[in-house]
């Protein structure tokens, strides 16, 4: 069996407008993961799609993971709020629960996701 990379890369970071938030489909040891991610300036912030009150995805449409003003993460189920840089719900019925950050890092254009997350 072949080892698994301790790095994934998701994509470019010019895939990715600032400000914005895109949603991924990846496969790590064979098994299919649900992430987004939103960039703000240089920095990717990237979680596990699924909402901590009752695990659905946060979004309905493809990359609607943000309110309408871009300040936050909004699920689309029951409009918990989520603050972009920790991930902590800080409005609805999952409030002060976090979404699971995935550890991810910026290097040479191109965003990755650490896979040891995946691997507890």
């Not at 901590?52 to 993971?65: C, E, K, Q, V, Y």
């Not at 909004?74 to 976090?98: Q, Y």
């Amino acid at each position: 069996m072949a080892k698994e990379p301790a790095e994934f890369l998701i994509c470019a970071l010019a895939e990715m407008a600032d400000g914005a938030a895109k949603g991924f489909d990846v496969e790590v040891l064979g098994k299919r993961h649900m992430l987004f991610g939103v960039r703000l300036g240089a920095q990717v912030h990237i979680y596990i799609n699924s909402c901590p009150h009752i695990g659905a995805p946060l979004n309905i449409l493809p990359d609607r993971f943000l309110t309408t003003d871009g300040k936050l993460i909004n699920c689309s189920t029951h409009g918990a709020l989520f603050s972009i840089e920790d991930g902590m719900c800080i409005a609805g019925p999952c409030k002060g629960r976090p979404l699971r950050s995935v550890p991810t890092h910026v290097r040479g254009g191109e965003v990755f996701i650490e896979t040891r997350i995946f691997m507890l």
